[in-house]
C-alpha cells in the first residue's frame, strides 16, 4: 500500500516548491532522444503551476562524477520543457548547480513560473548524500517533492538528504502512480499473473527472481541469462553468455518453482551466431546450441510456447529483453514478446530500462498499462527492497 503524502496533501500555493525529477534523458548529438521521462514528470510540474507555486525542478543526468561536463548540462531539458509547458523554464548552468545568480532567479520566481537547476550530479557531494548540498538544496524551497522514481532507490542529496532539511516531503503522481502499478502487480494480481525476465545477467536478478517466484503463477526466462539456466539442466550451450558460478543457483530454482507448482518456461530453441554482431540468424531444432554459436534471441518455437502461456494471463510483469534486440536480426523474440502484450487483455507492466526501450521503440508503448520509468528503482522494488528516495517521504 502506498502510504505517503503527495502533492495534493499539502498547501502549495505562493510556496517555494523543490521537485526532484529524473530528467536523465539519453542525448545523441546533444538532442534528446527519447522523452518518456520529461512526459513523466509533467503532471505533477503542472499541478504545482497551475497551483500558483513557484517551481524549482532538479534532477540528474548521466554520471558526471562531480565535475561540470557541457555534454551533461540540463539545458537540452529546460529547453524542451519550455516547449511542452508552453511557458519559459528559466535555467542557469553554472557548475556549482546553486551559486547567488541562481538564488536570485529563484528569489524572482512569480507564483505558477518554473526553474531547472543544472545537473545535481554536478556536485561531489550529490552522489554521497552530502550534507552541505542537501542543505543548499532545502535552503531554495519550502517544500520538497520527490517524483524520480528512477532513482528512488538512491539514498543521495537531492533524493533522500533534502529531506532532512525539509520538514514538508511529499511524493509527486509519477511516483504514486508507479508504485500503484508495480505494487498492486506484485501484491495483489489479478491471476494467472506471469512474469517474464530477460537481459544479460542472472546475478542482477536473483532477488527478484527469489521474489516474484512467492508470488507468480508462471515465470518466463529468455534473453541472455536463459542460457545458464539451460546449462543447469544439461543442454549444450555452445558459446553463448553463462555465468558458471550460478549454474547451481538456477538449478536450485528449477526445483523449487517444480516443489511450488510454478511452471517455469526457458527457451525450447534460439537464433544462434557464430559472432556477437548482427549476422544472418540461424535457427537452432532444439534447446541445445551447437559448439561455436552463441544464443542471441529466442526461436520461432520459443515464441509460441511463450505467447500461448501469455494468452492465458490476466497480469504480466516483464523486465529485460529476449535476445540482443539492438542488433536488428535478433529483435524477433523481443519484437514478439511486446506485440504479444500490446494484443492480449492483460495488465501488463513494463519493469522499465532495456523492456521498456524496446517497447517504446518498437511502437507498442500507448498498449501498456503501464511503463516504469526506472529500471533499477522497479527492480530493487520487486527484490521486495524499500526505496530510501520514498521511505524519506511523509507518511499519510
Ligand atoms: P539487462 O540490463 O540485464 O536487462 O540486459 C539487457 C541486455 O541484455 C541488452 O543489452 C541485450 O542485448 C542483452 N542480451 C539479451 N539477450 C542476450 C543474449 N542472448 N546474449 C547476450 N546478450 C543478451
Redesign the pocket.
Known amino acids: 500500500m502506498f502510504n505517503k503524502k503527495t502533492v495534493k496533501d499539502v498547501e502549495v500555493e505562493n510556496k517555494k516548491v523543490l521537485v526532484r525529477c529524473d530528467f536523465n534523458v539519453p542525448l545523441v548529438d546533444g538532442k534528446i532522444s527519447d522523452e518518456t521521462r520529461i512526459l513523466g514528470a509533467l503532471p505533477t510540474i503542472k499541478y504545482l503551476a497551475e497551483k500558483k507555486s513557484k517551481v524549482i525542478l532538479c534532477s540528474h543526468m548521466g554520471k558526471p562524477k562531480g565535475e561540470y561536463k557541457l555534454s551533461l548540462s540540463l539545458k537540452p531539458v529546460a529547453e524542451r520543457l519550455s516547449e511542452l509547458l508552453n511557458q519559459e523554464v528559466k535555467f542557469i548552468s553554472v557548475p556549482e548547480v546553486i551559486n547567488d545568480d541562481v538564488r536570485k532567479m529563484i528569489e524572482s520566481l512569480q507564483p505558477g513560473q518554473v526553474a531547472l537547476l543544472e545537473n545535481t550530479r554536478f556536485r561531489v557531494e550529490e552522489t554521497k548524500n552530502g550534507e552541505v548540498f542537501s542543505k543548499e538544496l532545502a535552503s531554495l524551497a519550502d517544500i520538497f517533492v520527490n517524483d524520480a522514481f528512477g532513482t528512488a532507490h538512491r539514498a543521495h542529496s537531492s533524493t533522500v538528504g533534502v529531506t532532512e532539511f525539509l520538514e514538508t516531503a511529499v511524493s509527486g503522481f509519477l511516483i504514486e502512480k508507479e508504485l500503484k502499478f508495480l505494487g498492486e502487480a506484485v501484491e495483489k494480481p489479478e491471476k494467472p499473473f506471469v512474469a517474464i525476465l530477460?537481459?544479460?545477467?542472472v546475478s542482477?536478478k536473483i532477488s527478484v527472481i527469489d521474489n516474484l517466484l512467492q508470488k507468480v503463477d508462471a515465470l518466463i526466462i529468455g534473453?541472455?541469462m536463459s542460457?545458464t539456466f539451460l546449462k543447469a539442466q544439461g543442454y549444450s550451450i555452445g558459446n553463448?553468455?553463462v555465468e558458471e558460478d550460478k549454474v547451481v543457483y538456477a538449478k536450485k530454482m528449477i526445483e523449487k518453482a517444480n516443489e511450488m507448482g510454478i511452471e517455469l518456461l526457458l527457451p525450447i530453441d534460439h537464433r544462434i551466431s557464430k559472432e556477437f554482431k548482427n549476422t544472418d540468424p540461424t535457427l537452432t531444432k532444439d534447446a541445445n546450441i551447437p559448439d561455436g554459436f552463441?544464443?542471441?534471441?529466442i526461436g520461432d518455437m520459443t515464441i509460441g510456447f511463450f505467447e500461448e502461456l501469455l494468452l492465458s494471463a490476466k497480469t504480466v510483469l516483464w523486465?529485460?529483453?529476449?535476445?540482443?534486440?539492438?542488433f536488428s536480426n535478433y529483435n524477433k523474440g523481443t519484437y514478439a514478446i511486446a506485440q504479444t502484450l500490446a494484443n492480449i487483455k492483460a495488465i501488463t507492466i513494463i519493469g522499465g530500462?532495456?523492456?521498456a526501450a524496446a517497447v517504446t521503440q518498437l511502437g507498442f508503448s500507448e498498449e501498456m498499462t503501464h511503463i516504469s520509468t526506472g529500471g533499477g528503482a522497479s527492480l530493487e522494488f520487486l527484490e521486495g527492497k524499500v526505496l530510501p528516495g520514498i521511505e524519506a517521504l511523509n507518511d499519510k
Open positions: 530477460g537481459g544479460a545477467k542482477d534473453g541472455g542460457y553463448s553468455l552463441m544464443g542471441m534471441d523486465n529485460g529483453p529476449m535476445g540482443v534486440f539492438e530500462g532495456d523492456s
